[in-house]
């Protein structure tokens, strides 16, 4: 009912908009073309339309592919391949000859054209605090810890980890690395020492860098006390460089090097190393499903194209935005949607240092008005914990400057998108729940990949962004829809830091000749994708598969009494899906084990449940330990 409606009024909306565009095109005596759109289509024959130029990006993909690299990115040399990929065997290269250097891409570029735009908005957690940065600074910084990286002994192609919350600082940092030709490892400033460590020695770092202090929620948090304990158990490190966020001094041993005296010391120009396309730009650790966390590697220049396009393209991003990601550098989505997309496009973009409940509810979007942002980008688990506090903490601030919404993490459920978009954006602004993962790179299905005006369905990813070919396969459980990848595209992770079998084993085995995601989804009769969780996450019910997020979605709307609520549930997901969905067990925690990216850890459940805790696996990403120990007390007194 709710959606139907929806989507009658978006449809209102979207011909009187083509009415515009089309008025406003006759009075320039030209007609709409898809190459006002995308400057590169118009070497691309027969390309007249958004779905046309879809269709030449997957079939033409070295054609689409090439076009858009020579157009967007500054090379030092050219590339003679455009790609040379083989899923048998997990080989993924792009642009094979270009030699590039990321940093110049984000930022010498701009400091010719336009040194004074702001680059990066520190939004500290205090607020009305924002600090602003334009790209001249951010090159000066970046120039300063590039040489300063050098003088400490960095070299090309060593790994530096950065162990820092949000700051101008830490992208300086990761933009330095990219300078000297080194790959920077960026751990969550949220990771326990036993976790920093784990990735320090999996990437045999010898430098990292971190802060004093953090300061987070009105707390300071002692991030300089958990890399001396990760470090002692850490062979490899023999430095640690310490930039200031607090003024309280922190102990410093021999070790140590404080950051922003010995960068000043530095001159503010720093020769960037010529960088092979398929050179290394980063590993980043995701959790795996048992074992040891996994470095995914991402290189330079098909990584930073992917992630320029998709944030010009899938939020509608142009020159003169403020783009607000409220994610943590420590995340891909950091990565991808606060520094290099943005950047490489000469984008002003927000480091978010706080949490969506500090001083209150309402942090949001009082930023929102004060920093005049354009497009919103954050997770359905920060909005569906806003939606509970109801629609004044939103009302209470002017959000005209908002023009795209977006979402990214795990499905939205229809409440969290339907209230994103009437309360958050007024219903006035496009949601676009973005699919993808730490692997891809960047986003591959979003609702509007490509034309800023298409019909857009609550809790659909939707549509495939530029190149990338979705399939969905049957999987082992009943019928078919594990999604999959069926070629190959600029974004994606080329291995596994050490370990390229695993790699290999886990996405390119499962389906020969596919990138397998490990993701399940549908796909509606008029072509459009839903991802419905992980496919680890699926229950099969007497022969009937159920995603957990499909009986989350059912479930999320009652908060009673908990002896009344087992019965309740019962009833509403007999009405809603069916009665073999009902859960025979229902217990009541106070919360549940999840990621500290807010990620429900199932595989942790499935252990409890299966009495089997002594194999829970890897829990370093685990936010709350105790939320654990919780729910096998709470089992046990229950069966
Ligand atoms: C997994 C990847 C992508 C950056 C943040 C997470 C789930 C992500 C959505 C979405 C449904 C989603 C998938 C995916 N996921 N976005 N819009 N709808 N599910 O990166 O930690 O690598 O996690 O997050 O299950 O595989 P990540």
């Known amino acids: 009912m709710m959606c139907s409606l929806w989507r009658g009024s978006l449809l209102t909306l979207t011909s009187s908009l083509n009415r ?38 997957v079939n033409e993909s070295d054609r689409f592919w090439g076009a858009v690299a020579r157009q967007r990115l500054s090379w030092i040399s050219p590339f003679h391949t455009v790609q040379n990929c083989d899923f048998s065997q997990g080989k993924i290269k792009w642009f094979e000859g270009g030699k590039l250097n990321v940093s110049v891409n984000c930022l010498d570029r701009h400091v010719q054209t ?38 400490q002994g960095v070299r090309r192609g060593d790994c ?25 490892n960026v751990v969550f400033a949220g990771f326990s020492s036993e976790a920093l460590a784990d990735r320090i020695r999996d990437a045999q770092s010898s430098t990292v860098i971190t802060v004093n202090q953090g300061v987070r929620g009105g707390k300071v948090v002692d991030l300089k006390r958990t890399v001396d304990q990760a470090v002692q158990n850490c062979p490899s490190v ?147 914990l806003l939606l509970k506090y109801g629609d004044e903490w939103v009302q209470n601030y002017n959000r005209s400057s908002l023009k795209t919404l977006g979402s990214v993490g795990e ?35 979003a609702p509007r990949p490509s034309d800023p005006e298409a019909e857009i369905v609550p809790g659909m990813a939707m549509r495939p962004f530029y190149g990338i070919k979705p399939a969905l396969l049957d999987t082992e459980v009943v019928t078919g829809d594990a999604l999959c990848i069926s070629q190959a595209w600029p974004g994606m992770a080329r291995t596994i830091h050490n370990h390229h079998q695993r790699f290999t084993e886990t996405y390119f085995h499962p389906y020969p000749g596919f990138f397998f995601t490990g993701d ?52 509403m997901v007999s009405r809603s899906i069916a009665k073999y969905a009902c859960p025979d067990f229902i217990q009541v925690v106070r919360c549940l084990p999840k990621t500290r990216s807010g990620k429900i850890m199932r595989r942790v459940l499935r252990k409890v449940v299966e009495r089997n805790t002594d194999e829970l696996g890897d829990l370093s990403t685990l936010d709350d330990p105790d939320s654990v120990h919780e729910v096998i007390s709470g089992h046990r007194r229950l069966c």
């Open 20 to 57: 515009r565009v089309f008025q406003c095109c006759r009075q320039l005596g030209r007609s709409y073309n898809i190459a006002s759109c995308m400057p590169e289509a118009v070497a691309f024959q027969g390309v007249s339309d958004h779905s046309g130029l879809y269709k030449f990006s």
């Open 114 to 151: 336009c040194p004074e735009r702001v680059a990066l908005i520190w939004e500290r957690d205090e607020p009305g605090t924002e600090v602003k940065i334009t790209y001249r600074q951010l090159l000066e910084l970046t120039c300063r810890l590039g040489n300063l990286l050098k003088r």
């Open 160 to 184: 530096v980890t950065i162990y820092m919350p949000p700051c101008p600082l830490a992208v300086a940092s990761m933009l330095a690395c990219a300078r000297i030709g080194a790959a920077h």
């Open 238 to 384: 023999q430095q640690v460089l310490v930039a200031m966020r607090t003024e309280n001094t922190v102990a410093m041993t021999d070790r140590d090097v404080p950051l922003e005296e010995e960068m000043m010391k530095e001159d503010v120009v720093c020769e960037p190393v010529a960088m092979d396309s398929e050179d290394v730009l980063f590993l980043l650790y995701t959790s795996g499903s048992t074992g040891k966390p996994k470095g995914l590697v991402h290189t330079q220049a098909g990584y930073l194209l992917y992630t320029s396009l998709t944030h010009r393209y899938v939020f509608n991003y142009h020159d003169g935005d403020v783009f607000g990601c409220v994610a943590d550098i420590g995340w891909i989505t950091g990565h991808s949607y606060i520094v290099y997309g943005p950047l490489c496009n000469g984008g002003t973009t927000v480091l978010f240092e706080s949490t969506p409940v500090y001083p209150n509810p309402g942090r949001y979007w009082e930023m929102v008005e004060r920093l005049g942002i354009n497009q919103f980008y954050g997770a359905p688990t920060a909005i569906r």
């Open 411 to 445: 499905p939205i459920n229809t409440e969290a998108w339907e209230w994103y978009h009437r309360v958050v954006g007024d219903g006035r602004c496009p949601v676009v729940d973005t699919w993808w993962q730490t692997e891809t790179g960047g986003i591959c299905i």
């Open 520 to 571: 399940g989804a549908h796909r509606s009769k008029e072509g459009y994708y839903q991802i419905v969780g992980r496919l680890d996450d699926v229950i099969n019910v007497s022969g009937h598969r159920l995603g957990t997020a499909e009986l989350e979605d059912v479930v999320i709307y009652l908060m009673v009494e908990e002896d009344v609520l087992a019965q309740q549930l019962r009833e």
